[in-house]
């Protein structure tokens, strides 16, 4: 079994700090080092030989992160130290550089005009854009195969990623696969590749999921979409819901996989060292968390469906009333949160699933799949729990989507260290929000 994490987090991090370097560190200036020293570490790594069972890397996972309070670099570190990324340093680098004129790219050609203008507003009542339409635009990647709601067609589903990948990356062993095979697809993909890797201001994240919902249900004849989002994806969706209340109608289902809606306590210690905005706007109660929670913003405001883990390595808590992910339904929207040690006790589905694991959970999976093919959230009720627990992954993916899907850690790991303009000060709450 795994260890249950415990109520004081920001004061954790510190003890793990100290106890892998056996050294104390209690200034600034030696918590600078310790970043220095894990960032070489990390930069010497060689590829290492994968699991060859699934039993075998969820092990080892467990293994290495359970109970380890672990920063997001040396989680990447042990990750591929244990086999189970297949990305070094380097790798990450021309991954990314492979993928940027293609399937993860920022600047994609979308040439069909809306019906009606979304831009600049899609009603009276939206918050003002900073970029232009085309730099909105252009994040969205839509498959060559997208079949634009046409009527019988499934529905379009969009998906937004988690901090520090394309969204490309954060799915591509997960829903891309999924909801492009046939055999276990339930609507038709489009993904979110927003610039600078979501690790920029989540205000300004939030205005590509915005101009997404408008333009693409529009694109796809007003038909309603479906958003499925992975951490920061989620609270980009929030705040765009929030002050953009025109998406609102257009969105049937959210499903939220790992959000950290209150942030997490996990990172206090980052505080202290720059860091990329939407790190430090990702700390328990930031004033990104705060302004985002006021006035009902920690309820839903379409239908929406939470999977979480108690076991989450990057957001904490996620058990007591402080739990993150968990949202309240103050608007009537409607409002499902499962957290997979719960749904599945003590079975497969319900052991150590990481942050980015719960997208591969097959749990998630089918509440996802419950949400959007009926009408309103994912309902325990209507699933066959004793089937789907037995699982360690969603229908169809292999270990090799499972490895795929830890890379996502990695991959967030070097490019939170290569961003450039890193900062202690959080970005100011915008105009529209105050
Ligand atoms: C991690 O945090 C938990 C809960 O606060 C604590 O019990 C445990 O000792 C910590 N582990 C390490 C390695 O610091
Ligand atoms: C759409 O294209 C993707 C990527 O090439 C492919 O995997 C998928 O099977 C295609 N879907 C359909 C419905 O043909
Ligand atoms: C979508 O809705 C707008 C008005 O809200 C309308 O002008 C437009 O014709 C509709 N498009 C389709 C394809 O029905």
């Not at 379409?302 to 968990?326: H, K, M, R, W």
């Amino acid at each position: 079994m795994f260890s249950l994490p415990g109520l004081t987090r920001s004061l954790t991090l510190l003890c793990s700090i100290t106890q892998v370097f056996g050294t104390p560190i209690d200034t600034r200036s030696d918590i600078t080092d310790y970043f220095s020293s894990v960032e070489s570490d990390l930069k010497s790594l060689t590829v290492q030989t994968a699991p060859s069972t699934i039993e075998d890397a969820f092990s080892k996972l467990q293994s290495i992160l359970d109970g380890k309070n672990l920063t997001l670099v040396e989680t990447a570190t042990q990750l591929i130290s244990a086999g189970l990324s297949s990305l070094t340093w380097d790798g990450v680098v021309s991954y990314i550089d492979g993928l940027e004129s293609g399937l993860a790219s920022s600047s994609n050609v979308n040439s069909r005009e809306p019906s009606v203008a979304v831009y600049p507003s899609a009603s009276t009542g939206d918050a003002p854009y900073s970029f232009s339409e085309d730099e909105l635009r252009s994040a969205l990647y839509i498959p060559g195969n997208f079949t634009y709601g046409v009527s019988g067609a499934p529905q379009p589903i969009l998906l937004v990623g988690g901090t520090g990948n394309p969204g490309y990356v954060t799915f591509v062993g997960t829903y891309i696969k999924l909801l492009q095979n046939e055999e276990t697809s339930f609507g038709d993909p489009v993904w979110l590749n927003i610039p600078g890797y979501e690790l920029d201001d989540l205000q300004k994240n939030a205005e590509f999921v915005a101009y997404a919902i408008n333009y693409l249900s529009n694109i796809c004849g007003n038909r309603s979409i479906a958003v499925m989002g992975y951490s920061q994806g989620n609270l980009d969706s929030q705040w765009a819901y929030k002050y953009w209340p025109s998406t609102r109608a257009h969105v049937t289902d959210h499903v939220a996989f790992s959000p950290g809606y209150r942030g997490t306590e996990l990172t206090q210690i980052i505080k202290w060292v720059p860091q990329p905005p939407a790190w430090l706007q990702a700390l328990y109660d930031s004033d990104f968390v705060l302004a985002t929670r006021a006035n009902g913003g920690d309820s839903s405001y379409v239908p929406t469906t939470v999977i979480y883990s108690l076991t989450d390595e990057v957001v904490q808590p996620q058990f007591g009333d402080g739990a993150s992910s968990p949202l309240k339904d103050a608007h009537g929207a409607g409002v499902t949160n499962v957290r997979v040690q719960d749904a599945c006790p003590g079975q497969v589905a319900g052991s150590f699933y990481t942050h980015e694991g719960i997208p591969y959970n097959p749990l998630a999976y089918a509440l996802a799949r419950d949400a959007v093919l009926n009408d309103g959230t994912g309902q325990l009720s209507r699933l066959d729990l004793t089937s789907i627990c037995g699982n360690y992954l969603a229908p169809t993916l292999t270990l090799e989507d499972f490895l795929l899907t830890e890379n996502t850690a990695v991959v967030a790991a070097v490019l939170t260290l290569l961003y450039d303009g890193k900062s202690t000060t959080e970005p100011a709450i915008a105009d529209y929000a105050k």
